[in-house]
């Protein structure tokens, strides 16, 4: 596992997105960015800030190995799932309201938190404490999952809201996202916590760590762009992929 792959599992089983840990670190996001893509280095500094805002060590996320830090259960759980899905793995996370254990080559069926009331604000640091308020379940057929690598744990249902996605997310469809995805994948889907608003759009790298936001209906919402200080500033927070979604008709 590299560097960066230790940085973005540890990231995602905190439930930290990219800009809340550069904030946490006080480090540029196209820091983290850049070194969870493994492109580029950092100082022995700004290394030390991102360990200590991951509970862990600078020498863990460099080599791996550190005889003074442990990794807590989940932690592990996550990154053994990350490094290979296909292996029968067993789960357990005291904050799952669903079965203690799921063997991945035997269940068909799993269940899945939907939030049918999308809450109206997602203000900084508020997506832990949403991601524990009420919801009901679904159960969904686990084969879509388990292709594309996502834990059960991992996938939310929310409702969209408005047209800005139209025609491709209309107004009150399910939209199932992924958690553990916050990283921007230029023209892929994500559901953000924008301002304060959550939101669906499409998502384009900028350079130095900016990001372009788009939506479908661009008529009526135009395109917006951000600077990395600007995410920061504009508490812009990647909530997760939006990678499938459900039409809904209502009388």
Request: charged content about 25%; hydrophobic content about 35%.
């Amino acid at each position: 596992m590299s560097v960066g792959n230790r940085i973005r599992s540890l990231r995602s089983s905190c439930g930290l997105s990219q800009p809340a840990l550069a904030k946490k670190a006080k480090v540029g996001q196209s820091t983290i960015s850049d070194l969870e893509n493994d492109k580029k280095s950092t100082s022995a500094e700004k290394m030390d800030a991102i360990a200590a805002a991951l509970n862990t060590t600078a020498k863990y996320l460099l080599t791996g190995k550190d005889e003074t830090f442990q990794l807590n259960k989940e932690q592990i759980e996550r990154i053994e799932f990350n490094e290979n899905m296909s292996k029968n793995l067993d789960f357990h996370s005291k904050k799952s309201p669903f079965k203690n254990i799921l063997d991945f080559n035997e269940i068909d069926e799993v269940e899945i938190k939907y939030f049918d009331q999308l809450p109206i604000s997602c203000g900084n640091g508020a997506i832990g404490e949403i991601m524990e308020s009420d919801f009901k379940v679904l159960k969904t057929n686990f084969q879509p999952l388990k292709d594309r690598g996502i834990r059960p744990n991992d996938c939310v249902v929310f409702p969209s809201i408005g047209n800005s996605m139209d025609p491709t997310i209309k107004d009150k469809y399910l939209v199932y996202v992924d958690l553990s995805r916050n990283t921007v994948k230029d023209g892929k889907i994500f559901a953000v916590c924008h301002g304060g608003l959550f939101k669906f759009k499409r998502l384009y790298n900028l350079p130095l760590g900016g990001v372009r936001i788009v939506s479908d209906n661009s008529i009526e919402y135009p395109e917006e762009r951000l600077t990395a200080q600007e995410i920061i500033d504009q508490q812009f927070e990647i909530i997760g992929w939006a990678w499938s979604w459900q039409a809904m008709e209502n009388w």
